[in-house]
């Protein structure tokens, strides 16, 4: 299948004069709909950054970054946002979700910014990470693990083609953490989304389908125990 996420060749530098940060260096990486994967490396070593430059957040020094047809290096601010709001579902490491809302204004909550083509339907979706329970629950009524299933199914709504998910079970226990990235892997298989995942957490790295190391801003395959 052809790929979502294309990046070739990308440079990020950071600051400018003497004081220059590298954070990401000549990284390639190619994702295809209905994939998780997940990315390990040092803090510091341009996780984020990575993950800022697939979701149209971050312009890289060079290199090229293809969103499904577009390129992200040529498109107008405008194109941009759009891009980000029809295309890219954010996952945050605590869910990031709004204090007053309850789960299921949460999910919808996308849906407000404007039309959305096909969106899925907030009370099934809540209802595939298992919290249709919970619906009009408001976060501090919530486990960091509810929560983080709120904020995945907010991810989703608008369908998007890419899924973007830093560190996700950082604040989770070992059990809950195996069943957070197992459903973002339903999600991704499922759903034909291409998703990609920043972890420190090598206890969840079997439920993804290919793994990278970054370190010092540059990215390495590494051999899962399933090739
Ligand atoms: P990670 O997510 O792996 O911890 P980051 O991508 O956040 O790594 O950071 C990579 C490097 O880039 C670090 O040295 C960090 O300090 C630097 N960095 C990240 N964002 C900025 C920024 N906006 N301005 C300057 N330096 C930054
Ligand atoms: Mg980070």
Same mark, same amino acid.
Do not use: W
């Given at each position: ?63 090229? +970054? $293809? &969103? ?6 040529? #498109?107008? !601010? *405008?194109?941009? =946002? ?24 949460? +999910? $919808? &909550? ?6 959305? #083509?096909? !969106? *899925?339907?907030? =009370? ?104």
């Amino acid at each position: 299948m052809s790929p979502i996420l294309s990046l070739t060749d990308v440079t990020l530098v950071h600051g400018d004069g003497e004081e220059t940060v590298t954070a990401l260096d000549k990284v390639s990486l190619e994702v295809s709909p209905g994939e998780l994967v997940a990315i390990v490396g040092p803090s510091g070593s341009g996780k984020s950054s990575l993950l800022a430059v697939a979701g149209a957040l971050t312009t890289p020094t060079s290199g090229t +970054v $293809r &969103l499904a047809d577009h390129d992200l290096g040529t #498109s107008s !601010p *405008r194109e941009l =946002a759009r891009i980000r709001r029809d295309q890219i579902g954010f996952v945050f490491q605590s869910g990031n979700l709004v204090p007053a809302l309850t789960s299921y204004d949460q +999910v $919808r &909550l996308p849906l407000t910014f404007g039309k959305v #083509s096909d !969106p *899925r339907d907030p =009370a099934e979706l809540l209802a595939e990470v298992g919290m249709d329970h919970k619906a009009k629950r408001r976060p501090h009524e919530l486990s960091g693990g509810e929560r983080q299933r709120v904020g995945i199914a907010r991810a989703l709504v608008t369908r998007p083609h890419l899924l973007l998910v830093d560190e996700p079970t950082a604040a989770l226990d070992r059990q809950r953490s195996q069943d957070i990235v197992g459903l973002l892997a339903r999600e991704a298989h499922e759903h034909d989304v291409a998703a990609v995942m920043v972890t420190h957490d090598h206890d969840v790295l079997h439920h993804c389908d290919r793994v990278y190391e970054m370190i010092d801003g540059r990215l390495n395959a590494v051999a899962t125990s399933t090739d």
